[in-house]
């Protein structure tokens, strides 16, 4: 049986830059009670995001700050770069 323990939540938990190219963005999964508390489920979710992806959606990981550090790791020289690359490069930064 399920237990519920208030209102589920997820938002960002951290944000970090892990090569010269990608953003990685991981979830903090968790419920808030009645009386306010937050009972963590996970941290450990991670989405990366690579160079030249859309940043208008509206996915859990789309936050302002997230757009913002994008906008910076990305500039002009970093996606052409990454344009450059062949997937399997591409994929070994992924």
Not at 81 to 92: G, P, V
Request: hydrophobic share 35%.
């Amino acid at each position: 049986m399920a237990h519920t323990f208030g209102e589920e939540k997820f938002a960002v938990a951290r944000i970090g830059i892990t090569n010269d190219y990608c953003v990685d963005v991981y979830m903090k999964h968790y419920y808030t009670t009645e009386s306010g508390m937050e009972i963590l489920i996970s941290d450990t979710m991670c989405e990366t995001i690579p160079p030249g992806t859309d940043l208008s959606g509206d996915e859990w990981y789309m936050t302002d700050d997230v757009r913002a550090i994008c906008a910076q790791q990305w500039d002009d020289d970093t996606l052409a770069e990454w344009a450059a690359m062949t997937e399997e490069k591409k994929q070994s930064y992924l």
